[in-house]
């Protein structure tokens, strides 16, 4: 928050804009994360962290193939050079910091040892909400109108997380797994 403030609320709007995030307002809740955003939306906007400041488009399908094996359509992402690489160096360090040494830590207790990084967010809420950790879907009016749950994603969505990434460094493909 006390970031935000220095650098203006202004500024985080326009690097928000600038790493494809839809637009928001200029106010201190902008520095809470209490916008609404698409998990996709994060997805995309969180690979310029992981990639030295660049960030690939998010895309669903890479290639549809005919039965005989005959590729149709590919797919490749739009990709473009958004931050400084020594910004997104520097976020990267801090969100590598949440997991081993932050609210993130539940990754790390559940024997989830490999390079990762992670924002954690402070409350879930029901309805759809996205940060790049917890979210919900909801459909129905008793479960979408969201109100906070009171659950700490290190509590809730991290557990989570680290099953999944245990299971899926385990895989061949997934297996070599480089530090940042």
Do not use: C
Request: aromatic share 8%; glycine share 10%.
């Amino acid at each position: 928050m006390k970031v935000a403030e220095l650098v203006g609320y202004g500024r985080v709007v326009q690097i928000a804009r600038q790493m494809g995030l839809p637009p928001t307002s200029a106010t201190p809740a902008v520095a809470l994360g209490a916008y609404e955003l698409t998990p996709v939306e994060v997805a995309g906007a969180y690979t310029a962290f992981a990639t030295m400041g660049t960030r690939a488009d998010p895309f669903f399908l890479k290639s549809v193939v005919s039965a005989g094996g005959t590729a149709w359509k590919s797919t490749r992402p739009q990709i473009s050079l958004l931050l400084d690489p020594k910004v997104a160096y520097l976020v990267d360090s801090i969100l590598q910091d949440v997991l081993n040494k932050g609210t993130g830590a539940a990754v790390r207790a559940r024997g989830f040892t490999l390079p990762a990084a992670g924002k954690l967010a402070h409350r879930a809420t029901a309805g759809l909400r996205a940060s790049p950790t917890i979210w919900s879907a909801s459909s129905g009016s008793a479960l979408d109108d969201n109100h906070d749950l009171g659950l700490a994603g290190g509590a809730t969505a991290a557990p989570i997380w680290a099953d999944f990434m245990i299971r899926a460094t385990a895989m061949p493909a997934y297996r070599d797994v480089k530090d940042f």
